[in-house]
């Protein structure tokens, strides 16, 4: 049983095969968090302690009994006004404008499986792969019940959380911040790893230590944004790739969210997951619940590499779905670095032709395809085919390209709408805009108001019309701005978005179900909705607008602490690269791009045959190493950030195969000789150079290192692929 139930000391134990977390429900009904961390035989309920501390405060139940104060308890799941001043799980406002929620236990349940969550991504189990925690609480007055539910992955290591609360009463509450997950650690010293950034520069590894005071990370753009990616590491000092303990919590949610994390006055640590709370405020009429997006968490005694593993393998079996999961994703060309907006039917298919020639195996048509859409400033909304641009009908484009042994996608913007297009001007109560203000605009584009379900309907069968149209294989999901002026006809503003949030999912889980076969890839503006939430409905995720192979490695390198490989959209594109306009050796760009779903970004009629004869050459590599890329364990051998040697790993799971792929970020004369050492391997097998035919010991690679070949130019890369001699 991975979850068991000590009904004396009302203790429950959730087991997984490394690791053990312990939670009871006091004297008093209040649910006290106990411990989480490296596995352990028997209850650990001896740690909690109880003090009188200056200026503390009891609940009544204790009546003169001081030392319980809630301020220096751990617990599940903090609510407001019960004397406990650190970070909140719940903050409510009830009827009489009161801000006090005190949930008390009232029964608990156990069930095979894992939880769903109506409406919302979450990690899914069969029910011989997980179980189910159920702890019901509710507040003796206002009857609001909160349940608090756990997951349980044992064979995984992977423990998720999320809450319910239901509006028990007969008048109106209002939820102005939720969590579905409080971390508390009761001693020690910690460091936050996050991973922040911007457009084109996502997901940079940031580390720092968890000090006294708040500090936080989250968004209030409606997405989860380029800026903080909700997903961080709480990690001991010292922690390292392949050493240290640290805690894993990722939220499986695409919008504004929040952590938070604090040392408290007596050195204890909290750490919350949640929505944002600011711009939230949610009316829950009498009988209504709220679900709150889930949390998912793991932790490793051994270091970031064996956490990142771990989400790795949940999210590609137990989160992403769909035919393209453990299979192959199709080799792809998009038009957009190729032309642009400036583009006819004949400009896709001659980029079709230039594919198939090459063993390019897809080639998407990216914006510009639609209504009166020649540049980003019009036609939003108008999901038309343009066949005067296109010089056809798009069944007989695709026809054409299918002919030629290519598969088509497309590119569609869904939530977005310009002023400048029939829909908006047909309906211009459905964008997000304030009545009695001009709206913000960016990129010149409001929002659509997703949260109401007339807008998604309309969206959805002008989307299936296109695609009906003829044998699309590939769908590219963009979304290119922030939310603003949040407000709607429809909705109490508070609501809007997370309602907005909650349908694109209705969406996204409408156009998969109706078409099984697409591969459905997500984009904002790059990586600036790439989360856990996303992978529910879509398997990869365009990483960034960045193509530059030296920014594209620290993005990736800060991506893979909790997004594996395959879900990461990464191609070849020209130089000088159209972000940076730097030039880095076609080799190097092929390597990087490797290490995600592999494509390219250019036009192929403008290349010298020298280059082109490398696309067929890279091609062919790729699909040699596919699978190990994509069911791999992945190690990062260095910090690209600290180093200038990028050096990264895939070892297959039966430990024969590995592919070494090292970049030189600098280059220097003289420079000094490199060493890098490999992990993951069997110690004492003997791994052959596939290419060169050396052989070298399993233990001496992972001790000693691989010697880094002298490499010269502009940001040069080796790749090296290693198998298990079975001499």
Same mark, same amino acid.
């Given at each position: ?18 690791? %053990? ?30 003090? !009188? ?61 894992? @939880? ?162 600011? /711009? ?18 793991? @932790? ?163 989307? /299936? ?26 909705? !109490? ?6 309602? @907005? ?45 960045? %193509? ?76 040699? !190493? ?65 290419? %060169? ?35």
């Amino acid at each position: 049983m991975a979850i068991t139930f000590n009904a004396e000391k009302k203790l429950f134990s959730l087991e997984t095969r490394n690791t %053990t977390y312990q939670l009871r429900i006091d004297q008093f009904g209040i649910v006290q968090h106990i411990y989480y961390g490296g596995k352990i035989y028997g209850d650990s309920d001896y740690i909690v302690r109880y003090a !009188c501390r200056g200026f503390g405060a009891t609940i009544s139940d204790a009546g003169t009994w001081r030392d319980y104060e809630l301020d220096t308890i751990s617990r599940e799941y903090p609510t407001i006004g019960l004397g406990d001043f650190r970070a909140m799980g719940l903050i409510l406002q009830n009827a009489d404008g009161s801000r006090c929620v005190d949930p008390r236990y009232v029964s608990h349940s156990i069930s095979n499986g894992k @939880y769903a969550l109506e409406g919302l991504p979450a990690i899914f189990a069969s029910e011989k792969n997980a179980q189910t925690l159920s702890v019901i609480t509710e507040d003796p007055v206002s009857h609001v019940q909160v349940e608090l539910l756990y997951g349980v992955l044992p064979d995984i290591d992977i423990i998720t959380r999320s809450v319910r609360i239901k509006n028990g009463g007969t008048e109106q509450v209002t939820l102005e911040k939720v969590a579905s997950a409080c971390l508390d650690l009761s001693y020690g010293a910690y460091d936050l790893l996050s991973f922040c950034g911007t457009n084109c520069r996502e997901r940079q590894l940031q580390r720092t230590p968890i000090g006294h005071g708040r500090q936080s990370i989250g968004s209030r753009r409606g997405s989860s944004s380029h800026q903080y990616n909700p997903a961080v590491i709480v990690a001991e000092k010292g922690a390292t790739e392949s050493a240290g303990g640290c805690y894993g919590m990722m939220f499986v949610y695409s919008g504004n969210f929040l952590l938070e994390a604090e040392k408290t006055q007596f050195e204890q640590t909290r750490v919350i997951m949640g929505i944002q709370p600011e /711009c939230f405020q949610y009316p829950l009429a009498p009988g209504q619940v709220f679900t709150v997006p889930e949390t998912v968490m793991t @932790y490793s005694e051994h270091g970031f590499a064996m956490l990142s593993q771990r989400y790795h393998y949940a999210i590609m079996h137990h989160l992403c779905r769909g035919k393209y999961v453990n299979a192959d994703r199709p080799v792809l060309l998009n038009s957009w670095e190729a032309a642009y907006f400036d583009f006819t039917g004949e400009t896709i298919y001659q980029l079709a032709v230039e594919a198939a020639e090459l063993g390019v195996e897809l080639v998407v048509m990216d914006d510009g395809w639609f209504g009166q859409r020649n540049d980003d400033n019009s036609g939003l909304g108008d999901w038309n085919v343009n066949e005067e641009k296109l010089g056809c009908t798009l069944g007989q484009l695709i026809e054409k390209i299918n002919a030629l042994g290519v598969k088509f996608g497309i590119w569609f913007e869904p939530e977005m709408i310009s002023e400048n297009s029939d829909l908006y001007r047909a309906h211009p109560d459905w964008a997000l805009k304030i009545p009695s203000r001009n709206p913000v605009r960016s990129r010149n584009q409001l929002l659509l108001d997703f949260s109401r379900k007339e807008v998604r309907d309309h969206i959805f069968e002008m989307m /299936c019309k296109v695609l009906d149209q003829g044998n699309v294989e590939y769908v590219k999901w963009d979304m290119n701005r922030s939310m603003e002026d949040v407000w709607s006809t429809e909705r !109490c503003a508070g609501a809007v978005a997370h309602e @907005y949030i909650l349908g694109v999912y209705d969406l996204m889980e409408r156009l998969i179900t109706r078409y099984p076969n697409i591969l459905l890839e997500s984009c904002s503006g790059g990586g600036g909705r790439f989360d856990a939430g996303m992978l529910y409905y879509s398997p990869q995720i365009w990483c960034s607008d960045n %193509t530059d192979a030296l920014d594209r490695i620290k993005i990736q390198h800060g991506t893979s602490f909790f997004y594996p490989v395959p879900s990461m959209g990464s191609h070849v594109s020209v130089c000088p690269n159209h972000q940076t306009w730097r030039n880095i050796k076609f080799n190097t760009r092929g390597i990087v791009a490797m290490s995600g779903t592999f494509g390219y970004e250019l036009n192929p009629a403008t290349l010298p045959p020298e280059i082109k004869a490398k696309i067929k050459d890279q091609i062919i590599q790729y699909k040699e !190493c596919s699978k190990l890329i994509r069911e791999g364990r992945y190690y990062r051998l260095t910090n690209p950030h600290e180093s200038e040697l990028a050096a990264w790993e895939f070892v297959s799971p039966n430990q024969k195969e590995v592919l070494l792929n090292m970049v030189i970020q600098e280059v220097h004369g003289s420079r000094d000789l490199f060493y890098v050492k490999l992990r993951g391997l069997q110690q004492q097998g003997i791994y052959k150079d596939v290419v %060169t035919g050396m052989t070298y010991n399993g233990a001496a690679l992972m001790k000693v290192g691989y010697p880094v070949p002298e490499m010269k130019g502009n940001v040069p890369a080796f790749q090296v692929r290693f198998k298990l001699s079975e001499e």
